[in-house]
């Protein structure tokens, strides 16, 4: 406990005060909600003041660590009947949506005179679940560092742009309507981050049927990941031609806050979670979304952004568009 209050307090207190600020700010605007004020002053502060190295390990664990318990959280408010009521065709929706982004990604990454290995970071990682995903794949992929980082920052600023676009753009589209924008939003968004902001500023209870979109797509994290160890990353051969060397077994597994989902989920749906406990892990699930989204905006570098480049930035914004017109063309298809 005291090694975290060193080292993790001053940024998780500091994420905290920006997520009390943006829900009293938002009492007097309740049409922009505490999501965007939140993002918006961590964007500020985290760029000018705050921008202080004492303050990386508390944002880090805010922007990852809350969001993971506050998925969990979420399984206590809903039945397994919500999440299946999605069926097969939101499966396939999801399914055909990653696919379509993995070859875009891979493809257009040639266009703009990427490398293989950098390709295949970006697909996973608009793919799936953004950093995550990235860090899930770069073992497989035995990519350095430098491109794991730069593919995390391009990956994170598209889904920034993306989850304060969509709102608009399923309004327009939808008229948010729920599962539409639902679906937009959770099998498009890139981390499980701006999924949760981007549907709060929809509206609350858009909130847990684009989380369960999302939930899909990070499950298949597993197929993506087993699917990366078998192509060949030599800029000098074909994709899936065979490789020289096996470099072993794959290993990847479903991360532990969505088992931890499923568990609360099903004691939930069998009546052993009551009512007020219910309630509880909402308001709790709430607040630990309003923290980790003002540690998304701390963690928002404008410097960062500058350095990687027109090219990489236009690259990973081209990958973004294209995961919008597919999700406009398959909604219709599997969704109607």
Not at 20 to 25: E, G, L, R, V, W
Not at 85 to 91: D, E, P, Q, V
Not at 267 to 280: A, D, F, K, T
Not at 290 to 299: H, P, Q
Request: hydrophobic content about 50%.
């Amino acid at each position: 406990m005291k090694n975290f209050m060193i080292q993790k307090g001053p940024g998780f207190l500091v994420c905290a005060v920006i997520a009390a600020i943006s829900q009293y700010i938002a009492k007097f605007v309740p049409q922009i909600g505490a999501a965007l004020f939140a993002i918006g002053i961590g964007v500020f502060c985290g760029n000018t003041f705050l921008n202080k190295k004492c303050f990386q390990a508390g944002t880090s664990f805010s922007e990852r660590n809350l969001l993971e318990y506050s998925i969990v959280l979420t399984g206590a408010t809903l039945l397994l009947s919500d999440i299946f009521a999605l069926g097969l065709k939101g499966i396939g929706f999801i399914a055909t949506q990653m696919f379509l982004t993995i070859c875009a990604a891979y493809l257009l990454g040639k266009a703009f005179g990427m490398k293989k290995k950098f390709r295949l970071l970006m697909g996973a990682g608009n793919a799936v679940c953004g950093s995550s995903a990235i860090a899930s794949v770069s073992p497989i992929l035995d990519v350095d560092t430098k491109d794991k980082g730069i593919a995390i920052t391009i990956v994170n600023v598209t889904g920034t742009v993306l989850m304060v676009l969509l709102p608009i753009l399923t309004g327009i589209l939808y008229q948010h309507e729920m599962l539409h924008t639902s679906a937009m939003i959770g099998g498009t968004l890139q981390s499980i981050g701006q999924v949760i902001a981007s549907a709060d500023l929809v509206g609350p209870a858009y909130v847990p049927t684009a989380t369960i979109f999302k939930i899909i797509r990070i499950i298949f994290i597993v197929l993506v990941a087993y699917a990366f160890s078998h192509v060949n990353t030599d800029p000098d051969q074909k994709l899936f031609s065979k490789k020289k060397h096996t470099e072993g077994k794959v290993k990847t597994s479903i991360p532990w806050f969505i088992i931890g989902f499923f568990i609360m989920a099903i004691l939930h749906m069998i009546g052993l979670i009551p009512r007020p406990l219910s309630e509880l892990a909402h308001l709790i699930s709430q607040q630990f979304e309003i923290i980790a989204l003002a540690a998304i905006g701390m963690r928002v570098k404008f410097k960062d952004l500058a350095a990687e480049g027109p090219k990489a930035l236009g690259y990973g914004l081209t990958i973004g568009a294209c995961q919008i017109l597919f999700a406009i063309v398959l909604i219709k298809l599997f969704i109607g």
